[in-house]
T-cell receptor, first 114, second 115 residues
Framework: AQSVTQLDSHVSVSEGTPVLLRCNYSSSYSPSLFWYVQHPNKGLQLLLKYTSAATLVKGINGFEAEFKKSETSFHLTKPSAHMSDAAEYFCVVSPFKSGNQFYFGTGTSLTVIP | DTAVSQTPKYLVTQMGNDKSIKCEQNLGHDTMYWYKQDSKKFLKIMFSYNNKELIINETVPNRFSPKSPDKAHLNLHINSLELGDSAVYFC??????????????FGPGTRLTVL
């Protein structure tokens, strides 16, 4: 069975401090993993994806995520939060050769305090 | 040069009406999807089409009927609209190739309000 758990529904950080958004997954097969960001009243934009080439994945806007198979985690981080990072973030898993099945987490709302 | 487009962006209608939302992608993808996002931002897959054939049909009322006239289009028709249908509907597309590491591209969403 496939599933995604985003451990925090809301995260609040001060501008300039690190961001950590947590994601755990379960997958019967080697998964591909994605993080998407959704700014208010906008569609979803891909931040980064894990393609098995490297466990540390760098994305846009200074975000990165590390795939840890032993912990079945794919946490999203950024060293220094910016006001424009305030948005909803979704972790997504797609099991290998799943026929384009994508499983979404319930989302984490990031607030950045000036 | 919009990759995935949806029309309309906003749709306000009365209960009981029938409405359609259109989606088009110019990425050459062979798989398209419809998602429903509720007020708590939770995204639920509704349908998925691959090369015009239905491959995912989650438990949604049969008032919802997708139609794919060609690989680049996936429209969503909703009959007898109900208050609970109010949500944001997202269209997405992806390429179902030999590699399974293919992300989805999302449209801007259609905010449906049923009065």
């Amino acid at each position: 069975a496939q599933s995604v758990t985003q451990l925090d529904s809301h995260v609040s950080v001060s501008e300039g401090t690190p961001v950590l958004l947590r994601c755990n997954y379960s997958s019967s097969y080697s998964p591909s993993l994605f993080w998407y960001v959704q700014h208010p009243n906008k569609g979803l934009q891909l931040l980064l994806k894990y393609t098995s080439a490297a466990t540390l994945v760098k994305g846009i806007n200074g975000f990165e995520a590390e795939f840890k198979k032993s912990e079945t985690s794919f946490h999203l981080t950024k060293p220094s939060a910016h006001m424009s990072d305030a948005a909803e973030y979704f972790c997504v898993v797609s099991p290998f050769k799943s026929g384009n099945q994508f499983y979404f987490g319930t989302g984490t709302s990031l607030t950045v305090i000036p | 040069d919009t990759a995935v487009s949806q029309t309309p962006k906003y749709l306000v209608t009365q209960m009981g009406n029938d409405k359609s939302i259109k989606c088009e992608q110019n990425l050459g993808h062979d798989t398209m999807y419809w998602y429903k996002q509720d007020s708590k931002k939770f995204l639920k897959i509704m349908f998925s089409y691959n090369n015009k054939e239905l491959i995912i049909n989650e438990t949604v009322p049969n008032r919802f009927s997708p139609k794919s006239p060609d690989k680049a289009h996936l429209n969503l028709h909703i009959n007898s609209l109900e208050l609970g249908d109010s949500a944001v509907y997202f269209c997405a597309s992806s390429h179902h190739g030999s590699s399974s590491y293919n992300e989805q591209f999302f449209g801007p969403g259609t905010r449906l309000t049923v009065l």
